[in-house]
């Protein structure tokens, strides 16, 4: 028995390792904290978020962003201080997700144990926003993996018959596929030993293979991870699957998509193809207005990009459309 111990260590690592191709990264510099603790009725930790809203304003559109893999809800940044000086209507909120540096509950981070909390804590935070702005049209932001939990959440709010839990959904770098180069048998690999373990920890970085990820026109995935404050060194075995579950039902997700829809991407994504997010969109009914903005040169953090101007440019002219529509 002491002989095999090893070599299923090092089997885990192995397939963890595989696993690398289906994350999202996602870094960012500087953070602002905000405490709030809803009310025993939503039944919630407390979130920790960040707010960019004009002082005085009444806002009549709010964004409520989810950050990525690996990120912060300061990874928003450059978005929002581009709309409080040009659209001082619009507000931006993004929470901690859950699992991630910045979770208040340090015991968590690098783990999720039921990734149905994720909707649940949007949910939870879309009432809170709410409440302080009842009347502002509600915008839900999803990058990269964001965009799985805000996709996911929507998905099984209106698929069971419910009302739109937003007026509009946004999705940038979303992962819509798994990587045709990762074998189906690697995936049950990585699933078999996370039911034998699914507490059981691993480092992405170190098991990426020594491959580069590019994030950006001139950063990589270890350098940014390095100067990260809330970067996570070892992530459970049942997120990294949970996320892997999530990214092969977005399909499904887009079909249920009623609300107008923004979905951005860019050609050098080392996540997702071009062509797997075509494919993506395809799926989302004719009725819906849906926008697609293509960046052939864009990588996976859009918002931090070379072309991150362009981006938010058509992030801002997106929400002036959605404000003429009425």
């Known amino acids: ?185 690697k995936k049950e690999l990585v699933r078999g030993f996370s039911k034998l373990a699914p507490g059981a920890r691993v480092s992405i970085d170190a098991l990426s293979g020594g491959e580069p990820v590019q994030m950006t026109e001139d950063s990589i995935h270890s350098e940014q991870s390095e100067t990260n404050s809330w970067h996570v060194d070892k992530h459970t075995l049942r997120l990294l699957v949970t996320l892997g579950d999530m990214i092969e039902t977005m399909p499904e997700c887009a079909s249920h998509y009623q609300v107008p829809t923004l979905v951005l991407h860019g050609g050098q994504d080392f996540f997702t193809s071009p062509d797997d997010v075509k494919s993506f969109v395809s799926q989302v009914p004719a009725s819906t207005d849906l926008t697609r903005k293509y960046y052939p040169k864009g990588h996976h953090l859009l918002m931090y990009d070379s072309i991150k101007d362009e981006v938010i440019e058509d992030i801002a002219t997106w929400l002036d459309e959605l404000r003429d529509q009425g």
């Open 1 to 185: 028995m002491k002989r095999q111990i090893p070599q299923t260590c090092r089997l885990i690592r192995l397939a963890t390792g595989l696993l690398f191709a289906l994350l999202i990264a996602n870094c960012a510099p500087s953070y602002t904290l905000v405490k709030h603790s809803p009310n025993e009725e939503l039944r919630h930790e407390t979130f920790q978020y960040r707010k960019w809203l004009r002082s005085g304003s009444k806002p009549d559109t709010v964004i409520i962003a989810l950050h990525g893999f690996c990120g912060a809800s300061i990874d928003y940044e450059n978005l929002a201080k581009h709309l409080l000086k040009n659209q001082p209507e619009t507000a931006v909120y993004a929470y901690e997700v859950r699992g991630q540096g910045r979770d208040p509950l340090k015991e968590r981070r690098g783990d999720i144990d039921d990734p149905a909390n994720w909707s649940t804590d949007l949910l939870a935070f879309t009432q809170l926003v709410k409440k302080e702005n009842p009347d502002a049209r509600i915008v839900w932001f999803g990058e990269s993996m964001g965009s799985l939990i805000v996709s996911h959440t929507y998905n099984d709010m209106v698929s069971k018959g419910g009302a739109a839990p937003c007026d509009a959904i946004g999705v940038t770098s979303p992962v819509v596929a798994i990587r045709g180069d990762f074998p189906t048998w």
